[in-house]
């Protein structure tokens, strides 16, 4: 298990680099990964089972003990982030497949990834956590309901396909996950030191598969606006985010401090690209072109999450802010000792 563990480490701290080698070989050999195309929906469902097994009846009453900050950071996800996929459309022009593809990744829930850069910042894991459940639990619903409201004027949106689909790889792999965590509590440890791997083992597979998909058109005249725009779908995720909680910690400062304006910023800007990918590939079956908007926001969110993290803490140590400060304000005192540090 040692092993297990080492290896997990290692894939964790490369996985963005891991993803776009593996990326580059689906691209050049796509028949690596083309056998798994019709599998895809399982490996998404091993990804949210291992998410269910380590979930806690604890993590349930979390939700029930500070429900205004969950709701409130699920409802600001599930608002912006489609919304600035619709507007993000509209500026550059995006039509047919490739509108439905961005507008699809902006209605999905908080990505996994989220957690960890809200841990890495400092920032509330506790409220990410309970963010990205809910926001998950909430999918099968609201993915269709957006797609439906959002992406109708593109092309006819399969509401039922994207519902039951959403049914079986979201909500039935957690519920089991939850299950066999209640029932069989410190047996299932050994297990989930696994899971992280076992998880990026799956969404490497379903990138692979996407890659595969869309070999001849990955990189072509109707694809070539999708990199700026996924940049900035995320990037203006985690601005508005952050200015949401900003705004959020004046009507209530005492559930929205610091380290819960980082959360809600990541759970916010973050996406859980692997399920827009698989939904994608299952609900648009005869165009994996959808499917692309998610394997761009898989790649780049996991580079602009580690960079936004890391100059978070990298700011707060400059500035002597504590994780647990009221707001992250800096004082005009700290100000001028590192004015006339800088100075001397």
Known sequence: ????????????????????????????????SLWAKSYV????????????????????????????????????HYLIMPLLAVLLCWIFRLQGMIAVGVILVGCCPSGTSSNVMSFLSKGDVALDVSIGLLSTLCAPIMVPLLMSGLASSYVQIPVEKLFLTSVQVVLIPVALGVIVHTIFGKHVQKVTLALPAVSQIAILVIIGVVVAANNGKLFTAQTALLLPVVMLHNLSGYTLGFLFSKLMYKIYPKGFRYAQQKAVTFEVGMQDSALGATLALQAFAANPIVAIPSTFFSVWHNISGSVLSSWWVRHDAKYGIKADSENGKIHATTKQVKLETAQA
Do not use: C
Request: hydrophobic share 60%; charged share 10%; aromatic share 16%.
């Open 1 to 32: 298990m040692a092993k297990v563990q080492q290896f997990s480490s290692w894939l964790t701290k490369w996985f963005t680099l891991v993803v776009v080698l593996w990326a580059v070989l689906n691209f050049f050999e796509p028949q690596t």
């Open 41 to 76: 929906n399982y490996f998404l469902s091993i990804i949210l089972f291992g998410m269910g097994m380590t979930l806690s009846i604890e993590d349930f009453k979390r939700i029930i003990r500070m429900p205004l900050m969950v709701i409130v950071g699920t409802v600001a």
